[in-house]
């Protein structure tokens, strides 16, 4: 368990290691800022894409087979990361890098195979969140070495640790008993990520582009009538890449529904706080801290929700993970509606952040680790890593709307705040404010997908 969870870790801190080099990756790969935001979006994109087919794999031929390949993939983009001075291999390190963020949803369904019955439920919650643990790390850990050693070492730093990893999951984490063989969907795999690269593309670049560009308008209409095409192929076919029956089911539905809640909701509070944190003092909501310093006032956030994972393994035996996910939800909207009072009453400061990140953080534990535990309620063993790769592209979309939404709000109300390099633009506290809103309403919406998933009886016991 310890080795899976530092997997999830690994792979957790590949999504927020380059965060720190955002203002200089136009300089460092000779490029323009619109070319290197890409850097961000490919990971996106590639890790959408790439987990419900890995899940399968990973059901069809061996869950800590593809769990390794994962691994290996983040080994292999860092190291290209690593050797990169232009955008187009460095683009090439990233979507690498991406491909691994399906560890995540593999380890989940591989506890499900090799844990006993009695500790599945607070291993389920540790490996989920592993995500806060590696999202709290990541700043600090890029921040520092990028500062004091060079932005390559940052790279070598993460291929070593994610081969590292991968030796001690080959040498010490069993492989699961349980594959289930068959022909591969190639098709529908083609299918799928078309359509999922025309709506997480539009929706991470609708901003950028502008949302009535033909660029945008083209991808929608693109996803549409992919999607609509995939879901004709996939239907009723025998060895289909995703499920259609059990992921449409209402059990199944409703979860996916409150996870692109809870991926809105964990992206907002990545997104709202460190500006606020990193904004001079001048600025309508500025604390004025250094990225450093910034990071590790955020840090206790992921700690508090890998803590509260157990919590919620604790309410899903005692309430089931329905009730668990639910009140997870609105600890969660508490954590908002705190933000909320920080923000009216004009008491922004890294004391306020620290006690909502850490509300938030709670909140997250519960529900993330939740999840996987009610998707497998529903959900055959031998069909756990697809499931649990579809539950997690949901996330991401979810992580995709946020960007959308809070970055166009954030972006569209802008102040200018005195430094001593001239002034420089934020975001007023009114534009948080409505994000902030807009946050706490997804939050609601979780809540009551949650609360409205029937209760069921696992489908089945878990291999020892």
């Known amino acids: 368990m310890a080795v899976l969870c530092a997997a999830g870790i690994v792979v957790s801190l590949m999504q927020t290691i380059i965060v720190p080099l955002i203002p200089e990756l136009p300089t460092l790969l000779h490029t323009s800022t619109t070319n290197a935001s890409w850097a961000l979006t490919i990971t996106l994109l590639m890790g959408a894409v790439v987990t419900p087919i890995s899940g399968r794999l990973g059901d069809m031929i061996g869950k800590r087979r593809m769990l390794l390949a994962c691994l290996g993939a983040v080994a292999a983009g860092s190291v290209v990361c690593a050797l990169s001075s ?52 990541g700043l600090p850990f890029a921040a520092v070495i990028a500062q004091h050693v060079s932005w390559h070492a940052l790279f070598w730093v993460s291929g070593a640790v994610a081969v590292c990893v991968a030796l001690i999951v080959a040498a010490t984490v069993p492989a699961s008993s349980i594959a289930t063989g068959g022909r591969f969907d190639l098709i529908g795999a083609l299918g799928l ?56 089911s209402r059990p199944i539905l409703l979860t996916n529904i409150a996870s692109i809640a809870a991926g809105f909701v964990f992206y907002a509070m990545q997104m709202m706080p460190i500006q606020i944190l990193m904004a001079p003092e001048s600025a309508p909501s500025g604390v004025g801290l250094p990225m450093v310093e910034a990071s590790l006032v955020l840090m206790p956030g992921g700690l508090v929700m890998f803590g509260f994972s157990y919590v919620s393994a604790w309410m899903s035996r005692s309430f089931g993970p329905r009730i668990a996910l639910g009140i997870g939800s609105l600890v969660i909207g508490a954590g908002y509606s705190t933000f909320l009072v920080m923000l009216t009453e004009g008491h922004a400061g890294w004391v306020w952040l620290i006690i909502v990140n850490c509300i938030v953080g709670a909140g997250l534990g519960v529900a993330y680790s939740a999840m996987p535990a009610l998707i497998m309620e529903w959900v055959p063993v031998t069909q756990t890593g697809e499931a649990n790769g579809v539950n997690s592209t949901m996330r991401s979309i979810g992580t995709s709307l946020a960007t959308a939404v809070v970055g166009m709000i954030l972006a569209s109300s802008i102040a200018l705040a005195d430094t001593p390099h001239g002034p420089v633009p934020v975001p007023t506290t009114g534009a948080y404010i409505i994000a902030a809103t807009i946050s706490l309403v997804v939050c609601l919406l979780a809540a009551v997908a949650a609360f409205s998933v029937p209760r069921s009886t696992l489908v089945d016991e878990p291999v020892v």
């Open 193 to 248: 990520s078309v359509f999922m690269v025309c709506i997480l593309l539009a929706l991470s670049k609708g901003h950028e582009w502008g949302w009535t560009s033909p660029a945008v308008l083209g991808l929608f209409a693109g996803f549409v009538a992919s999607s609509l095409l995939w879901w004709r192929y996939e239907r009723g076919r025998p060895n289909a890449l995703i499920d259609l029956t059990i992921n449409v």
């Open 86 to 137: 232009s955008l187009i291999p460095f683009l090439i390190g990233r979507g690498l890098q991406g491909m691994g963020i399906g560890t995540v949803a593999l380890g989940i369904s591989l506890i499900r195979d090799i844990v006993p019955p009695q500790r599945l439920g607070s291993s389920i919650g540790a490996m989920s969140a592993s995500l806060g643990v590696g999202g709290s790390l």
